[in-house]
């Protein structure tokens, strides 16, 4: 006999982080619980309330969970197993994603074995870099330097269109040799070629999703005109997308965040295409607390991962976490949690705070 809860939760964030589809003050997110076998399981579902960086948010996610996947994970099917018998349910992978992941950690904790360990070879340890986000531009300089300051192995900033280049050169002329590289978050289309050649003379590491959240082809065509490599984010929402964006030749390096893509399973499989096809391949977040963040470490933590993440440290983000034992990193790495799963210990108090609603899947 198990139980599945899901907690609507809020979270206060420590300072607004604004990209170019909208400003976050607030995390909320759905935090899922499996129990059964003596075991408790947990997940994060990385939808937010609002659906302008997906079709996926709060409602569509609880609605798939609650009346579709739910009674699944309930049967505690592997994590292979589960996303063959939702397959039935097309798209909605951040709600697939969060079920999926509760099922990683239910059958690592029951083996137990740390989730890193189960993910196949794991370097022991994820390199980590910082996503700033849009900033005036002297703020920006100033927080590359804190950022280097506390070991950031790579050096993110969030850019806008008609700003990229200010924001870009700024940086550039403080820190000339440092590995830096630009996220536009899908706000350029194929007209502004002229824009994103300018970034060139920059020495990016990468650009990231510079145009259309969903487009291919018109970054392949863009991979031809510009000398920086592209790195596609939101555009790889699933294995078969990874699969078409090789094939058409629009990626040099690819951003898996496991909440979006259907979870850990698709996750592996994104890395050794990625990795197939000689691309680079590094772990994102979405704003996690310490839950959703611990999956994105145990998997950054792979040996065929090649490029650092944006798998800061939670204190970056929240006041407090939902998480006894949140990441703390040392000279640019975090180490995965050795307890068996995810190894997070839950604040079970301050869940229960933080949850605005509650319901049984
Ligand atoms: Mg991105």
Known sequence: MSTLTINLVRLPLLSRFKTSFGTETQRCGLILRLRGDGIAAYSECVASSNPYYSYEDNDTALHIIRDHLGKVARGLPSPGEFLERASTVKGHNMAKAAVEMLLWDFHSKRKMKPLHRMLGESKGHADVGISLGIDRTGLMVKRVGEALKRGYKRIKVKIEKGKEY??????????????????????????????????????????????????????????????????????????????????????????????????????????????????????????????????????????????????????KYFERDIVKNPFVMDSGIIRPNTGPGIGSEIDERFLEKMTIRSWAA
């Open 166 to 315: 200010d924001i870009v050169r700024a940086v550039r002329a403080s820190f000339p040799e440092i590995p830096l590289s630009a996220d536009a978050n899908a706000c350029y289309s194929v007209r502004d070629v002229h824009l994103l050649r300018r970034l060139d003379r920059f020495n990016l590491l990468y650009l990231e999703q510079p145009l259309d959240h969903d487009d291919l082809i018109y970054h392949a065509r863009l991979r031809k005109e510009i000398s920086t490599p592209i790195c596609l984010d939101e555009s790889i929402s699933s294995v078969d997308k990874a699969l078409k964006a090789f094939e058409v030749g629009a990626a040099d390096v690819v951003n898996i965040k496991p909440g979006r893509i259907g979870g850990l399973t698709n996750s592996l499989e994104v890395i050794r295409i990625v990795r197939k096809n000689k691309g680079h391949v590094w772990i994102g977040g979405m704003l996690e607390t310490g839950i959703g963040r611990s999956f994105n470490i145990a998997l950054a933590s792979h040996r065929l991962v090649d490029y650092a993440g944006d798998t800061s440290p939670n204190e």
